[in-house]
T-cell receptor, first 118, second 112 residues
């Protein structure tokens, strides 16, 4: 089944304890992105990747790191989590970014990772 | 303010009724997409409409796009309890940013 898989789905951690949220897609997609969703603020992009070894900042990159060493994986790293990073995180992928230029490819989202930082 | 503002923020209807949600945006767009999110779950793509299209159908969904008014609407006909979800429009704010920007969403509650 074509899908985007995120892990963990739920995590409670403490301030300063490094954590990684993994994201993997099995659709050979070039474009991958991380969003966070907060009440009243909607979905905001954290980082995106156009292809292997190509990553760039989104709207809210502070406190996060990403890497894209393989096409299928795009982990989100919180080096020193803080309570304001408590949120629902989504990984998404697309065949390419052609939708941004009028193409018809769309984003496929993972099921989400609910992170609580105490 | 955010690109893609939905209206209303919340909508409650009875099963069988139609639900209409509106989305406004501020810049020129190549296409506009609608997504659905069940409570706390991932978003699922519903329909994409290109800037040169005025109307598009998919099953019980009908999307319209008025580029002169910079607005789009999503109509769900003959709604079912299973349609209860949040619905988001999404556009590309700036092609240089490689991001799909989502609106704040409309929460739809369909009462059985």
């Amino acid at each position: 089944e074509a899908q985007v898989t995120q892990n963990p789905r739920y995590l409670i951690t403490v301030t300063g304890k490094k954590l990684t949220v993994t994201c993997s897609q099995n659709m050979n997609h070039e474009y991958m992105s991380w969003y966070r969703q907060d009440p009243g603020l909607g979905l905001r992009q954290i980082y995106y990747s156009m292809n292997v070894e190509v990553t760039d900042k989104g709207d809210v990159p502070e406190g996060y790191k990403v890497s894209r060493k393989e096409k299928r994986n795009f982990p989100l790293i919180l080096e020193s989590p803080s309570p304001n990073q408590t949120s629902l995180y989504f990984c998404a992928s697309s065949l390419d970014w052609a939708w941004g230029l009028g193409g018809a490819n769309v984003l496929t989202f993972g099921a989400g990772s609910r992170l609580t930082v105490l | 303010s955010q690109q893609g503002e939905e209206d209303p923020q919340a909508l409650s209807i009875q099963e069988g009724e139609n639900a209409t949600m509106n989305c406004s945006y501020k810049t020129s767009i190549n296409n506009l997409q609608w997504y659905r999110q069940n409570s706390g779950r991932g978003l699922v793509h519903l329909i994409l409409i290109r800037s040169n299209e005025r109307e598009k159908h998919s099953g019980r969904l009908r999307v319209t796009l008025d580029t002169s008014k910079k607005s789009s609407s999503l109509l769900i006909t003959a709604s079912r309890a299973a349609d209860t979800a949040s619905y988001f429009c999404a556009t590309v704010l700036d092609t240089g940013r490689r991001a799909l920007t989502f609106g704040s969403g409309t929460r739809l509650q369909v009462q059985p």
